[in-house]
């Protein structure tokens, strides 16, 4: 007698690869514009119970915030992966643009997660802090900056750097500012946080 197949989908194994598989569910459901899913809709496209997305994540808003943190790390990687460039600005420079590049390749489910990024959860989030980690990478030593200010440059601009984008980026989050206009106020913002830093 053949044996019989086991057709039941496979849940994800335990730990990281758990809160993946999550996450992903949760960027397919964003992608069918439905941003108003529930936890059992997202247990259910994740295969896995009711309570693994609350026990690995705590919240929906707890979630977004995760997925806040996917766009980071796309940003940085996509950044060290860049021919490297010598000067502080131009690096800074660079990852803006990188950055805006990221938050246009899926517009609607990056405002989606902009969106809920903004609301309180359970506990404190990450973004700002791994945001400010992506700044700080690429202002690296500051290399071109006056000498004189290099110091606060290094201790105060990757945090305004990150506040700096978020701000642009929720005025695109609420439609206030195009698609087409993301990158270059993005840019402006952060020379101007630059120029009190730069060699006169």
Known sequence: MPAIKNTTPKSPARGEPLRRAVLDAAEALLREDNADFSMRDLAARASVSFATPFNQFGSK?????????????????????????????????????????????EPEVNRTVMGWIGA?????????????A?????LGAGEGL???RLDRA???????????FRGVLSFWTAGELP???LASNAREVASALLAGFVER
Not at 134 to 138: F, I, Q, R, V
């Open 61 to 105: 808003t707890a979630i977004m915030h995760a997925l806040s943190a996917r766009r980071i790390d796309a940003m940085t990687k996509r950044f060290s992966s860049a021919p490297p460039l010598r000067d502080a600005a131009d690096r800074v420079l660079l990852a803006t643009a990188i950055g805006a590049e990221v938050m246009l390749e």
């Open 120 to 132: 309180a959860a359970p506990s404190p989030g990450q973004v700002l802090a791994q945001s400010a």
């Open 134 to 138: 992506l700044w700080s990478l690429a």
């Open 146 to 148: 006056a000498a004189d």
């Open 154 to 164: 290094l201790l105060t601009l990757p945090a305004q750097l990150a506040f700096g």
């Open 179 to 181: 698609s087409g206009a």
